[in-house]
């Protein structure tokens, strides 16, 4: 059976450091952080502070006051982002075979602050009895964003959401493509949304000691590949793609932002919330990934690392990456964009996916903010090229993301310059 080829055909978002893809990239290449005080909820006595919020974000400004009341702040992201996609990639709702086209859409969490309302208010006056509002369920599972975009815009084709902690969207990605590829579907509406600066969200994180405390400081927080770094950033928002098979997409004219060409799936086996000191999966996934689209380490000049700001995660992915591409990692950039987003968990994947699919269109390199030349970890060979500080340009053939998920799910999603 031959393969169909697979396109990028949309994008949308909605970011800690952008209400769209325009802002978004804008401030990606311009080193922008999004970090600064949480504004949700009153963080007295919490140690973390701060997080990476979509600021301003008022849902009556996308939705009537009745359906925002049906959506969990991360659906709410994850529609918004959806239509931006849809819109940008100019398909014909009344035109397109609706049978042909589907909704994978992921999330790590899913609505933890509406379980936060609801089971909070329970146990505050149990004297009520289990008076739980009838949309508490619908609103807090994590395939419901899918279940919305597909029902707006009457999308019949493959329909749910990944869970993979971190990896969540790049899966959810990874698994769009396969659909198309193997000839189940024309078009994909895939990406991922989150929304978990919640009590119990920055409580639970707290607690395994995972964020990073520098509360003085916040927008110099996540600084990934410093040796001073002592955690990540929550983030949250929602990003969305259209990938759709390269022929449907050419006989309607649509403009192509890159090419999907491959995936790579992998597990650590060793612990549930670090990752392999020797980063035995990611070496795996990075592996895989190129296996899968029948590339070598030299065809690839940009890596998004999943670079969460952590004591552990760091140095391995480094070491990953040497093993991996040899020699060629030298010539790579390499940068991780959450020094600006933050931690946006199950919706990082398709952030980070965008920033690739944009690297490649625009041949320029997102930065790897907040490091300093002291600042050095022995741990770390700063002759690979991490791009601090500020955006490079250069051609940019092919990029790879990298996710790595709590349980030691890893995933990456390859994109390159497209070329009839």
Not at 49 to 74: I, P, Q, S, W
Not at 213 to 223: G, I, K, L
Request: aromatic share 8%; with cysteine.
């Amino acid at each position: 059976m031959e393969l169909k080829r697979v396109v990028v055909t949309g994008l949308g978002a909605i970011t800690p450091v952008g209400k769209n893809v325009e802002t978004t990239w804008n401030s990606l290449i311009n080193g922008v952080s999004g970090a600064g005080p949480i504004t949700l909820f009153d963080t007295e006595k919490f140690k973390t502070k701060f997080a990476c919020e979509v600021k301003g974000f008022d849902a009556t400004e996308y939705f009537d006051r009745k359906e925002a009341r049906k959506l969990d702040r991360y659906a709410q992201f994850g529609v918004i982002a959806a239509k931006e996609a849809i819109t940008d990639a100019g398909l014909d709702l009344e035109g397109i075979d609706k049978d042909r086209v589907g909704v994978i859409f992921s999330s790590g969490i899913g609505g933890i602050d509406t379980f936060d309302q609801e089971v909070g208010y329970f146990f505050q006056h149990p004297e009520l009895g289990p008076k739980f509002n009838p949309f508490f369920i619908p609103k807090m599972i994590g395939d419901i964003a899918a279940g919305h975009i597909s029902i707006i815009y009457g999308f019949r084709g493959p329909n749910f959401g990944t869970v993979s902690a971190c990896a969540s969207s790049t899966n959810g990605a990874v698994s769009a493509f396969d659909h198309i590829r193997l000839g189940k579907a024309d078009a994909i509406v895939t990406g991922g949304a989150e929304a978990a600066i919640t009590v119990s969200g920055l409580g639970g994180f707290n607690s395994m000691n995972a964020l990073s405390t520098r509360n003085d400081s916040p927008q110099t927080a996540s600084r990934p590949f410093s040796a001073s770094r002592d955690g990540f950033v929550m983030g949250e928002g929602a990003v969305s793609m259209v990938f759709e098979e390269l022929e449907h997409a050419l006989a309607r004219g649509a403009k192509i932002y890159a090419e999907v060409v491959g995936g790579g799936a992998s597990g650590d086996a060793y612990h549930l919330t670090a990752s392999h000191p020797e980063g035995l999966g990611a070496i795996l996934v990075m592996k895989n990934a190129l296996i899968d689209a029948n590339m070598n380490p030299e065809d690839i000049d940009y890596i998004n690392v999943h670079g969460t700001s952590t004591p552990v995660g760091d140095p391995s992915e480094s070491k990953a990456i040497k093993d991996v591409f040899g020699e060629n990692a030298y010539k790579l950039n390499i940068s991780s964009t959450k020094s600006m987003t933050g931690h946006m968990l199950g919706a990082a994947g398709a952030v980070e996916a965008m920033a690739c699919i944009l690297a490649v269109q625009n041949d320029i390199i997102p930065p790897t903010i907040n490091h300093e030349p002291d600042d050095d970890d022995p741990e770390i060979d700063y002759k690979l090229n991490f791009t601090f500080n500020k955006a490079q340009k250069r051609e940019v053939r092919a990029a790879l993301s990298n996710t790595f998920g709590f349980g030691g799910h890893n995933a990456c999603i390859i994109v390159k310059k497209f070329t009839k």
